[in-house]
């Protein structure tokens, strides 16, 4: 079953349609590298990217919103996951010096060149790069 029906059927607010999103990732991870989902009620839009088991959300109240097949969001996120800089720090793409780090640049960080990689089982061995498979690219 996809994940987008596992929200749909669970959730009643965007809100808790991120925690079921954000719950399933950091269990099963995301294949592909990455992924964006918009999840919205009359209410607010959320908007979540996720790559591999780490993930960041904003949202948004009141707009329209466009999205592309790149990561938008840089450091102006509301939450994200847990281990979200330890991660970037121990796979090399982020200084572990940096004291006290509270937010870091997603899209920067966790950004890749490539959407659909040969080997989507070694998420830790691709350089970090700022865009996602961009129109240059294609």
């Known amino acids: 079953m996809p994940i987008e029906a596992n929200i749909l059927e669970r959730a009643r607010t965007a809100r808790e349609g991120v ?16 992924i964006m989902f918009e999840i919205g009620d009359p209410q607010e839009l959320w908007i ?3 790559a591999n088991k780490q993930w960041v959300a904003r949202r948004y109240t009141n707009c329209y919103t466009v ?24 796979q090399g793409w982020l200084s572990r ?6 937010k870091i640049n997603f899209r920067a960080v966790y950004g890749t060149i490539e959407l659909y990689p040969s080997d989507n089982e070694n998420f830790a061995s691709r350089p970090a790069v700022e865009t996602l498979y961009n129109t ?3």
């Open 136 to 138: 240059q690219v294609r």
């Open 67 to 90: 999205r592309t097949n790149q990561f938008q969001i840089t450091d102006d996120y509301e939450i994200c996951s847990d281990d979200l800089i330890t991660y970037a720090q121990a």
């Open 48 to 50: 979540v990217e996720i």
């Open 19 to 34: 925690e079921i999103l954000t719950k399933l990732t950091e269990k099963y991870g995301q294949a592909w590298n990455s």
């Open 97 to 102: 010096n940096v004291p006290n780090t509270q």
